[in-house]
């Protein structure tokens, strides 16, 4: 992969604002053009104009002429763009799938994408984007994931491949998924009851006794908790796909499926009351669950 002159990036938010940015810095910059179903957004097209790369009025033309794409969209729409996206593959396509999705899901996209004569590549992204950016590590399956994570190891990546068949490198990112937000979700859950109670600062100092390397008396539930303000539409989806992973490998769910609703919970709530992320900046939990329970 020593001729890539076009990358094509379908979604700009948060991961594929950063991928545009970041790659736009390499030398000599490559061309990159993206597609968002909002592209005739304000905030998209000045994400765009803010990383210096071209904005495509349709999915066709985005990947016209490119050879690597990356879907970076939310876990909802990642089988639906891909198999949009299918009717423009040719054999020059590599399609790099970041999507927090079940393997089912990946391999359905795998089949679009692969039956139109492309190249399919499961990525998964093992932690949040930033601070990391491209040093974020990710995990690669598919036929030609080593060819393909030397290519991203050249540009600056932190990637290496689990395997040559997709699903496997997923399934890893799911699996993790049910710890990582079932934490987030169970310390919303938890510090929003104490502080009904007026106990938040004891079970706080609890939890820290039991478990004191991890920062319960610091920094730590204000992150996981933001994680949720910021994220949690987006987490709650990737939260069905790890409940479709469960399910399919015979696992019940029954602990996803309430991860699923209490991050859910949590954005709906702050929508009805008119509240974005930004107007919680600088971020502590204590304000946002003093909000939420507001009468």
């Not at 304000?42 to 104009?49: F, L, M, T, V």
């Not at 729409?77 to 396509?93: G, K, M, Y």
């Not at 539409?233 to 602990?255: C, H, I, P, Q």
């Amino acid at each position: 992969m020593t001729d890539i002159t076009r990358i094509a990036i379908i979604g700009l938010g948060e991961v594929g604002t950063i991928l545009a940015t970041d790659l736009k810095q390499q030398d000599p910059p490559p061309d990159i053009v993206a597609f968002d179903k909002q592209t005739g957004s304000g905030i998209i097209r000045e994400r765009a104009q803010r990383a210096g790369i071209r904005l495509a009025d349709s999915l066709s033309e985005a990947l016209a002429g490119s050879q690597i794409i990356f879907s970076a969209v939310t876990a909802a729409e990642s089988l639906n763009v891909a198999t949009a996206a299918a009717p423009h593959i040719t054999a020059q396509h590599t399609f790099l799938d970041l999507n927090s999705v079940s393997p089912n899901t990946k391999r359905a996209a795998m089949a679009a994408i692969e039956q139109a004569g492309g190249h399919y590549i499961d990525v998964a992204v093992m932690a949040p984007y930033p601070p990391a950016r491209l040093k974020t590590p990710l995990l690669l399956g598919g036929t030609h994931a080593h060819t393909v994570s030397e290519w991203l190891n050249q540009c600056g990546f932190n990637s290496k491949v689990h395997s040559n068949g997709v699903g496997e490198a997923s399934a890893i990112k799911m699996c993790r998924s049910v710890m990582i937000k079932g934490l987030e979700a169970l310390t919303a859950e938890c510090l929003s009851a104490a502080r009904q109670y007026g106990v938040e600062n004891e079970v706080l100092a609890s939890l820290h006794a039991s478990f004191p390397s991890l920062g319960w008396d610091d920094k730590l539930p204000h992150y996981l908790i933001s994680r949720i303000a910021e994220h949690g539409k987006r987490r709650a989806e990737e939260m069905r796909e790890v409940v479709k992973t469960l399910e399919d490998a015979g696992v019940a769910g029954a602990m996803s499926s309430g991860i699923v609703r209490v991050q859910q919970e949590v954005v709906d709530e702050l929508a009805a009351k008119g509240v974005r992320y930004s107007d919680l900046e600088p971020f502590n939990w204590v304000s946002m669950v003093d909000l939420l329970h507001r009468r």
